[in-house]
């Protein structure tokens, strides 16, 4: 039976996935008949030079002479085969520009996700071990400070530390343009290029899980087992690794599913800081062209990738507690 | 009241919050008197460091001054932080009490929808919806109020559950008053107080929100804010640090200051589920 349970836990996700895109799908849909003007100059993604010729083919493949309905009706069926419109500006359609980018995007946005996970953990459990501590009011006046500070200021205020001053890392890009390398050198370059970035983006998320982690290990000393466990004479790091941990770490599970959203939309922001060339640097580029086409695809594939953030992490949950089935 | 006040006064960072913060809406209130001129007018030749000429602050790559932009810019950042949470209190409060209040399956679906909200990228929603309505103080705090009120929705949601079961709320039910009645004169005053401290904190990510929609050049091009100084100042880094180190500075001590704020009223509010 327990596979039954499994098959349904998946359909589970699988209606949920369905309705956040159509809700999506819906409410870009309503964005575009609500915007000042002719909605076929917003889908054409032009107010300045406008191509007639275009602007005709656009009326007609979106059904732009026809009742509202039927017009949802036509557009939504184009979502679901994932037809996202083709982009003027770039000469290319809307999903053919999407794919190149997402591979960035995803190397970013998981580096950020883990970076903040783990980092958060080892901080907030050392802040939790040593509370009232130095290095206690340390951590938590430093995750109170970053809490404050705009993603954008603090990237570049690390750009000008890091690389101006320092010159140890690179400032932006994905690579260093004009050398070929190969094998090994070319891993490292990459990996130089992406700390900023990566580490930018995951330190507001560090200093949340961090606080949640600290007030996690502190709750979770007090229970029976732990003192059952120091009775015992076990050593204080067992009783952290082996005893302590993996319940302390449930609640901040939980929070890194609820923030994958902020963190998906931060890498936007962190995109545009520093050149990494993913969704987020396409949506700069379309905002500044006005290329709505474009950013309506990029919202409903970040939306998507959200979800596939809550899966991780449902996952994480259960590997950490296998007390929990499929939920 | 009384109390509540002479209990924050003990409260050490949350005092020193407040009196960042009444130095910044000093600030805000005065800043046509200290910088009398238009902050887009040029008044010093371009890229003048930090305290010469006359430059208390330097001034970006058209001469501007920057310390005149920072305290124009306090007054949007101000406006745009209070009334996007006015506008997702109301939203939040409504939606929370509404499935809070009327539960079942009403209430079930409320808060799916409200879930759904929050799953989706919230920035990217944003910068979405300030483009396509092209941008203005009212699309921005349209769309902030937007991504903020789920969370409003989610805490009243929780507070009416707990609170419309208590002896209070049913004798008053008993005397015949009406559910609206109920609501607004028995619920809600007594889910103040958690309301209070998450709009307060909900003031401080709203402003940086729209510090981040300017940094993208999406605020209201005929305002002068910290984000767009700093998005001007950006390609400058390099030549030209204090273009984009002070109205960060701006940002930060404003937020962090209305943080502290929010975290002295949830300790004096709510003393028992207060930090343990």
Known sequence: MGWLKGLAALGARLAKM???????????????????GDPALVIAGQSGATDEQFLQRVRADYGLDKPLPTQLATYLGKVVQFDLGYSHRQQRTVSSAILERLPATLLLTLSAFTISLVGGVVLGSLAGVRAGKASDTLISLLALVIYATPVFWMGL??????SVQLGWLPAFGYQTIGVTMSGWDAVVD??????????TLGMLYLAIYARLMRASVIEVSHQDYVKTARAKGASESRILWRHMLRNALLPVVTMAGVQAGTLIGGSVVIETVFAWPGLGRLTYDAVLQRDYQVMLGIFLVLSILVIAF??????????IDPRIKAA | MKAIAKAFLRHPSGMLGLVILLAVIVLAAS????????PWDTVAAPFTPPDTDGMLLGSDSLGRDIAAGIAHGTRVSLMIGVTSTLVAL???????????YVGGRVGEWLMRFTELFQTIPGFMLCILLVAILSPSIRTVVIAIALVSWPQVARLTRGEFLALKEREFVQAARCQGESPLSLIVRYILP?????????GSLSVASAILIESALSFMGLGDPNLMSWGFMIGAARTMLRQAWWMSFFPGIAILLTVLAINLVGEGLNDVLNPRISRK
């Open chain 1, 18 to 36: 369905v309705a956040v895109v159509l809700l999506i799908a819906v409410f870009n849909f309503m964005l575009v008949h609500s915007a000042p």
């Open chain 1, 190 to 199: 990459k990996l130089k290029h992406l700390a900023l970035p990566a580490f």
């Open chain 2, 190 to 198: 007594n889910a103040l107080s958690p309301i209070i401290v998450a």
């Open chain 2, 31 to 38: 800043a046509p008197l200290l910088f009398p001129g238009d």
């Open chain 1, 157 to 162: 205020m690390l750009v000008l530390l890091f």
């Open chain 2, 90 to 100: 109301i939203i939040g409060v409504v939606v929370g009490a509404l499935s809070g």
């Open chain 1, 310 to 319: 809550n899966w991780l992490t449902d996952i994480l949950y259960r590997v």
